[in-house]
């Protein structure tokens, strides 16, 4: 089965400190990559996406996501991050065939905090 | 430009009682997508629609979970009955294309958040 780990459930930070998410994939073949954001009492909206190029990928607000293939890793940064930028982080794999074509697998998401 | 819309935002009901959540994606999307959303979890998948056409329902629970898109735009998730266990956020999303193609982003709804008692 495919699976996406992200290993820090809860991050604190305090403003203008540099962040860094993991995501793992499990998954060998072709991958398309998200990395979404649930502001509080808002939906999930797409922070940046990886298709194929370039693997350092820069989203919305700052943000990017290095692309290591030969770690299976897709990990989000922010060099500074703002008291705004509190919100939950899921990371999202698309396998590119199959019958799960279309199929988004999330992890379980990272909630990070932000002290001002 | 509206986004997705689903209804209700909350529902609470008894164990056994039949639930509906009802989703109206954006207009012009061709493919609509339910989620389900378990405490402290990611989203999963339940069923992908195509126009009006289940093309990936492979986890949706059919013993008791049941949806329709029956004019091709807003769609029904229906739970007959509910488990304790259905406890969690239901969310919609939708895409413009047909393909299933990565390229295709999905717009999510707020979702709706069942307590089941």
């Known amino acids: 089965a495919q699976s996406v780990s992200q290993h820090n459930h809860h991050v604190i930070l305090s403003e203008a400190a540099s962040l860094e998410l993991g995501c793992n994939y499990s998954?060998?073949?072709?991958?398309?990559l998200f990395w979404y954001v649930q502001y509080p009492g808002q939906h999930l909206q797409l922070l940046l996406k990886?298709?194929?190029?370039?693997?350092l990928v820069k989203g919305i607000k700052g943000f990017e996501a290095e692309f290591i293939k030969s770690k299976f890793s897709f990990n989000l940064r922010k060099p500074s991050v703002q008291w705004s930028d509190t919100a939950e982080y899921f990371c999202?794999?698309?396998?590119?065939?199959?019958?799960?074509?279309?199929?988004?697998?999330f992890g379980r998401g990272t909630q990070l905090t932000v002290w001002p | 430009e509206a986004g997705v819309v689903q209804s209700p935002r909350y529902k609470i009901i008894e164990k056994k009682q039949p639930v509906a959540f009802w989703c109206n994606p954006i207009?012009?999307?061709?493919?609509l997508y339910w989620y389900l959303q378990n405490l402290g979890q990611g989203p999963e998948l339940l069923i992908r629609y195509e126009n009006e056409e289940a093309v990936d329902d492979s986890q949706l629970p059919k013993d008791r979970f049941s949806a329709e898109r029956l004019k091709g735009v807003d769609s029904t998730l229906k739970i007959q009955p509910a488990e304790l266990g259905d406890s969690a956020v239901y969310l919609c999303a939708s895409s413009l294309g047909l393909s299933g193609e990565a390229s295709d982003t999905q717009y999510f709804g707020p979702g709706t958040r069942l307590t089941v008692l």
């Open positions: 990886y298709f194929s190029g370039d693997p």
């Open positions: 999202a794999v698309h396998l590119d065939r199959g019958s799960t074509l279309g199929r988004l697998y």
């Open positions: 207009s012009g999307h061709n493919t």
């Open positions: 998954y060998g073949g072709t991958v398309n």
